[in-house]
């Protein structure tokens, strides 16, 4: 098969999908949606959590928000060093310190006494998972076959997102039965678990697990065939081509930090929202929170198996990528509108669950665009691509809290967020995702003779 010349790149080679069923890759998938579901849980919680948390810390809404945006500042600065760490180091080590680390920073959620105490939990927390998902896009990049990448990250950040889903019921249960507190706890356990099963069954390179078939080996891209035959090592040691990939990521960072403002507002305010605004008490506000957040559980595997779907009809990753951005921002952006309108909780609840649903259905493409960018500094990419969800992170806690204190208009903060909705829509039409390497290196500048 021919291809295009928007399509050149591993991300593109054929139209027919790699297998990952009875293959290895498949469980080494399996091990990231453990990991990414709890991620989310541990960063989720604290909203179902945050009423039962502000009333025995005498916490307001302002101070509170800042204590959820503690999270969002090292998680905003360490991405791109995380990613780095990533590459260098290789996914199996970096991620199983870093399971460890969260594992601890949500015990010391639980034993917070105050202000100061909580936001520093939170501090590591977001120290602790911001080298993660990069790091675990590196392990990805190395692991799945080109045509299988949006799909991986689709199925990835499913698995997130019923993580974020099933957090509000399940610390909702916890909290009218053993306390907040001890749901936190047990989440540090849990995490501790996974980084011993992931040190003990993956591997940096596929072609060093004794499980991996020859068949399997073949199956991998034509930039990792050398490598999974043995006869050159991994790409970590690869001077980073920070100018050429900043210029490309810019534009995706951009469109992630309009993505990251709204998901940082489902995930940090709409169990505060269904309370104050519709007066339930815990167990209705988890409900409804979990029916929102559960719309995106579908959408991000669907999103990225229509962009692989596409990227195969069209052959072109600018068509398969900005397609999903533009149809899944624009879409999350006229179904927010009716929720600044009507005041009815059925009707609220499906306007932002279908808003929610159509924010998703961008995830898997703006964490598979690193990839295809550069996959041999997938970490360093993913990072430059995902600081803008963590920076949205910063922000959107603490203007959200402020605004809602200072008008108590819960309407305000959401239009605002429907203009950036908007904004990410046009900046998605400025993505390019084609491969660096397909691209003519600048020339260079001979010195003058002396």
Same mark, same amino acid.
Request: glycine letters at 10%; a positive charge; one cysteine or more.
């Given at each position: 098969?021919?291809?295009?010349?928007?399509?050149?790149?591993?991300?593109?080679?054929t139209?027919a999908r790699?297998?990952?069923?009875h293959?290895?890759?498949?469980?080494?998938?399996?091990?990231?949606?453990?990991?990414?579901?709890?991620?989310?849980?541990?960063?989720?919680?604290?909203?179902?959590?945050?009423?039962?948390?502000?009333?025995?810390?005498?916490?307001?809404?302002?101070?509170?928000?800042?204590?959820?945006?503690?999270?969002?500042?090292?998680?905003?600065?360490?991405q791109?060093?995380?990613?780095w760490?990533?590459?260098?180091?290789?996914?199996?080590?970096?991620?199983?310190?870093?399971?460890?680390?969260?594992?601890?920073?949500?015990?010391?959620?639980?034993?917070?006494?105050?202000?100061?105490?909580?936001?520093?939990?939170?501090?590591?927390?977001?120290?602790?998972?911001?080298?993660?998902?990069?790091?675990?896009?590196?392990?990805?990049?190395?692991?799945?076959?080109?045509?299988?990448r949006?799909?991986?990250?689709?199925?990835?950040?499913?698995?997130? &997102?019923?993580? +974020?889903a099933?957090?509000? @019921?399940?610390? *909702?249960?916890l909290?009218?039965? /053993?306390?907040?507190? #001890? =749901?936190?706890?047990?989440?540090?356990?849990?995490?501790?678990?996974?980084?011993?099963?992931?040190?003990?069954?993956?591997?940096?390179?596929?072609?060093?697990?004794?499980?991996?078939?020859?068949t399997?080996?073949?199956?991998?891209?034509?930039?990792?065939?050398?490598?999974?035959?043995?006869?050159?090592?991994?790409?970590?040691?690869?001077?980073?081509?920070?100018?050429?990939?900043v210029?490309?990521?810019?534009?995706?960072?951009?469109?992630?930090?309009?993505?990251?403002w709204?998901?940082?507002?489902?995930?940090?305010?709409?169990?505060?929202?269904?309370?104050?605004?519709?007066?339930?008490?815990?167990?209705g506000?988890a409900?409804?929170?979990?029916?929102?957040?559960?719309?995106?559980?579908?959408?991000d595997?669907?999103?990225?198996?229509?962009s692989? &779907?596409?990227? +195969?009809?069209?052959?072109? @990753?600018r068509? *398969?990528?900005?397609?999903?951005? /533009?149809?899944?921002? #624009? =879409?999350?952006?006229?179904?927010?509108?009716?929720?600044?309108?009507?005041?009815?909780?059925?009707?609220?609840?499906?306007?932002?669950?279908?808003?929610?649903?159509?924010?998703e259905?961008?995830?898997?493409?703006?964490?598979?665009?690193?990839?295809?960018?550069a996959?041999?500094?997938?970490?360093?990419?993913?990072g430059?691509m995902?600081?803008?969800?963590?920076?949205a992170?910063?922000?959107?806690?603490?203007v959200?809290g402020?605004?809602?204190?200072?008008?108590?208009?819960?309407?305000?903060p959401?239009?605002?967020?429907?203009?950036?909705?908007?904004?990410?829509?046009?900046?998605?039409?400025?993505?390019?995702?084609?491969p660096?390497?397909?691209?003519?290196?600048?020339?260079?500048?001979?010195?003058?003779?002396?």
């Amino acid at each position: 098969m021919t291809l295009d010349t928007e399509s050149s790149g591993p991300a593109a080679v054929t139209t027919a999908r790699s297998p990952l069923r009875h293959r290895v890759r498949g469980r080494v998938l399996m091990l990231l949606c453990v990991l990414y579901a709890i991620s989310y849980v541990d960063r989720t919680a604290i909203s179902t959590a945050g009423p039962a948390i502000s009333a025995d810390l005498h916490l307001s809404e302002t101070q509170f928000g800042f204590a959820l945006a503690a999270y969002s500042l090292p998680y905003a600065l360490l991405q791109v060093f995380g990613g780095w760490i990533g590459d260098r180091y290789g996914p199996r080590r970096v991620l199983g310190i870093l399971a460890v680390a969260w594992g601890i920073a949500s015990i010391w959620t639980g034993l917070a006494t105050g202000l100061l105490a909580l936001g520093a939990a939170r501090l590591l927390l977001g120290l602790s998972e911001g080298a993660a998902f990069p790091t675990a896009t590196r392990a990805m990049s190395s692991w799945l076959p080109g045509d299988r990448r949006g799909y991986g990250q689709g199925v990835v950040h499913s698995a997130a &997102r019923v993580g +974020a889903a099933i957090a509000p @019921l399940g610390m *909702a249960g916890l909290i009218a039965t /053993v306390g907040w507190r #001890a =749901g936190f706890l047990a989440l540090g356990v849990l995490s501790a678990l996974w980084s011993i099963a992931w040190m003990r069954r993956f591997h940096n390179r596929p072609q060093d697990d004794e499980r991996v078939s020859e068949t399997e080996l073949g199956e991998l891209d034509a930039q990792y065939a050398d490598e999974a035959a043995g006869t050159r090592s991994m790409p970590n040691g690869r001077k980073v081509p920070w100018r050429r990939l900043v210029a490309r990521i810019a534009p995706v960072t951009l469109v992630d930090f309009c993505y990251g403002w709204m998901l940082w507002v489902y995930l940090t305010w709409l169990p505060s929202f269904f309370k104050d605004q519709y007066g339930l008490a815990l167990a209705g506000f988890a409900l409804f929170t979990t029916l929102v957040l559960s719309a995106g559980v579908v959408s991000d595997t669907l999103g990225g198996m229509l962009s692989d &779907r596409l990227l +195969a009809r069209t052959r072109s @990753l600018r068509t *398969a990528r900005r397609v999903n951005l /533009v149809i899944g921002l #624009a =879409g999350s952006m006229l179904a927010l509108i009716p929720s600044l309108l009507v005041h009815d909780l059925v009707l609220v609840t499906i306007s932002l669950a279908v808003s929610f649903f159509f924010l998703e259905l961008t995830n898997s493409v703006l964490w598979t665009i690193p990839m295809d960018i550069a996959p041999d500094h997938a970490g360093v990419a993913s990072g430059l691509m995902n600081t803008g969800f963590g920076v949205a992170g910063i922000v959107s806690p603490i203007v959200f809290g402020f605004l809602i204190d200072r008008t108590g208009n819960w309407q305000l903060p959401f239009a605002l967020s429907v203009g950036l909705l908007a904004v990410g829509t046009l900046l998605s039409l400025r993505v390019d995702p084609r491969p660096m390497d397909s691209e003519p290196e600048p020339p260079t500048v001979a010195a003058a003779p002396g």
